[in-house]
C-alpha cells in the first residue's frame, strides 16, 4: 500500500487541497474522512456507570409516611447486629416505628433449661426500642418452631404448667412496654387436617389456643393479642381455616384481638391482592385488627433480568402495603429483616434478595414501592 501521506500527497480522493496529515492512525481517520468516508465521531466516552443508590439513612423514613396515615411500621431484627453493626442499628432507626425480634423472645430461646430463662438479647431489643420512641411487638409465646426441647419430656399437666409459667412470666416482664404479642404462631396445618401436629396439641389438646391467649390477658389485660400464620393472606383453603378459628375464639369469648398475615411472598406466584384485601375485610369484619407481620418478597424465581426482578418486587411491595393502607383495621406492616445482608430466607429458600435495601445499605426499588404506597401513589 503507498505511502498514506503520499495517497494523500496524490489527493486519490480528488482533492487537491486536502491537508497532508503525519501520525498514522490519524493519518487513516484523515484519509477516510477526507475520502468521505467516516465522520470522525468523538472518541467513545466510556458507558456512564449510574451513581449508586442512595444509601438507608440518605432517604425519607418510612415511618414519617405511615405515621400519617396512621399506621406502624417495622421490621424483625437481631440484638446481637443491633449492638455490632452501627450502619444496621442507624438504618432501623432511621426507618422504622415498630419492632419484632427476630427469634430473641422465642420460648426456645428464653428458657434452654427448664426455669432457666435468659431474658438479656430480648430486653436488649426492648431498650433499643424504647431510645427509639418505637412501639413493641412481642413474637412469639407459643411456636413450635422453637419450643424447649425439654418440652417433649414433660406430661400433659407438667406441660400445660411450664407454658402457663412461661406466658405470665414472659408477659408479665414487659407488661406496659410490649403494645402486642403474637400469642399462638402457625397452630394450622398445610394439608387441611386441621390443627398442626405439635407438642402443644399432643400434649394439651386442642384448647392450648384459647388457654394460651387467656394466660397473655391475664398478664397484660392492655396487650393486643394476635394470631400469626402464613399461606393464608388471599383467599384459600389455608385462610379459611384461619378464619374459621379466629372467627371460633372470638365466639368463645377468648380475648383475640389481632390476625397477622405473615406475607413471605414468592413473586413468581402470588395471591392477588385483591384477595388478600378481601381477607382482611372478613378478619376486620369479626371486630379484629389485622396486620402484614412478616413480609418480605422473593425474586429469584422470576424470568428477565436483575433489573427487571427489582422492578417487579417493587410493584408487590407496593401492591400489597397499598391494601394495608386501603384497609382502616390493618394497623401495622412489618417486614421481616430490611436490609439483603441478613434475611432468612437465602437459608431457608436459597439464595435471594428479598428485602428493601440491598447487601451495602443502599435503597432498592422495593423501598420506593413501599413509600409510595404509604404516599398513596
Ligand atoms: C425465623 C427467623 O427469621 C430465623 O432467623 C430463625 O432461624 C427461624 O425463624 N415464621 C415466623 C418467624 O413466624 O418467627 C420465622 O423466623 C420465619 C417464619
Known amino acids: 500500500m503507498k505511502a498514506l501521506s503520499h495517497i494523500l500527497r496524490s489527493n486519490q480522493c480528488g482533492d487537491n487541497n486536502a491537508p497532508v496529515i503525519r501520525p498514522a492512525t490519524a493519518t487513516l481517520l484523515a484519509l477516510l474522512t477526507a475520502c468521505g468516508g467516516v465522520r470522525p465521531s468523538a472518541p467513545a466516552s466510556p458507558p456512564l456507570t449510574p451513581p449508586p443508590a442512595p444509601t438507608a439513612t440518605e432517604v425519607e423514613p ?19 447486629l443491633l449492638r455490632t453493626e452501627p450502619a444496621y442499628a442507624a438504618a432501623f432507626a432511621h426507618h422504622f416505628n415498630y419492632v419484632t425480634a427476630e427469634f430473641e423472645m422465642k420460648w426456645g430461646q428464653i428458657e434452654r433449661q427448664p426455669g432457666q430463662r435468659d431474658y438479656g438479647r430480648a430486653d436488649a431489643i426492648a431498650a433499643f426500642a424504647e ?19 425439654w418440652l417433649e419430656s414433660l406430661s400433659p399437666p407438667e406441660a400445660r404448667i411450664a407454658l402457663e409459667d412461661h406466658i405470665r412470666t414472659t408477659v408479665g416482664r414487659y407488661r406496659g412496654r410490649i403494645v402486642a404479642w403474637d400469642v399462638v404462631n402457625e397452630a394450622i396445618a398445610d394439608d387441611r387436617s386441621g390443627l398442626r401436629d405439635t407438642v402443644y396439641l399432643r400434649k394439651l389438646g386442642p384448647g392450648y389456643i384459647a388457654e394460651a391467649f387467656r394466660r397473655a390477658h391475664e398478664a397484660d389485660p392492655d396487650a393486643l393479642l394476635i394470631y400469626n400464620d402464613y399461606g393464608g393472606e388471599g383467599l384459600n383453603r389455608k385462610s379459611d381455616d384461619v378464619y374459621n378459628l379466629v372467627r371460633d375464639l372470638r365466639t368463645q369469648g377468648v380475648p383475640i384481638g389481632g390476625v397477622g398475615l405473615q406475607m413471605h411472598l414468592d413473586a413468581a406466584s402470588l395471591p392477588p391482592a385483591a384477595d388478600i384485601a378481601r381477607n382482611m375485610r372478613r378478619l376486620a369484619d369479626l371486630g379484629l385488627l389485622v396486620n402484614i407481620s412478616e413480609m ?23 401492591d400489597v402495603v397499598a391494601v394495608c393502607v386501603a384497609e382502616p383495621r390493618c394497623h401495622a406492616i412489618t417486614f421481616w429483616g430490611f436490609t439483603d445482608r441478613y434475611s432468612w430466607i437465602d437459608a431457608f429458600f436459597g439464595p435471594d434478595d428479598p428485602l428493601l435495601f440491598d447487601e451495602s445499605y443502599r435503597v432498592k426499588p422495593a423501598y420506593f414501592g413501599v413509600m409510595d404506597a404509604l404516599r398513596g401513589r
Open 131 to 149: 431510645a427509639h420512641g418505637m412501639s413493641i411487638k412481642g413474637h412469639a409465646l407459643v411456636w413450635h418452631g422453637d419450643s424447649p426441647a
Open 62 to 80: 418510612l415511618k414519617a409516611a405511615a405515621a400519617a396515615l396512621p399506621r406502624l411500621v417495622g421490621a424483625a431484627v437481631q440484638a446481637n
Open 296 to 318: 418480605d418478597v422473593r425474586v429469584a424465581r422470576l424470568p428477565g433480568t436483575p433489573a427487571t426482578r427489582l422492578d417487579d418486587q417493587r410493584r408487590v411491595y407496593h
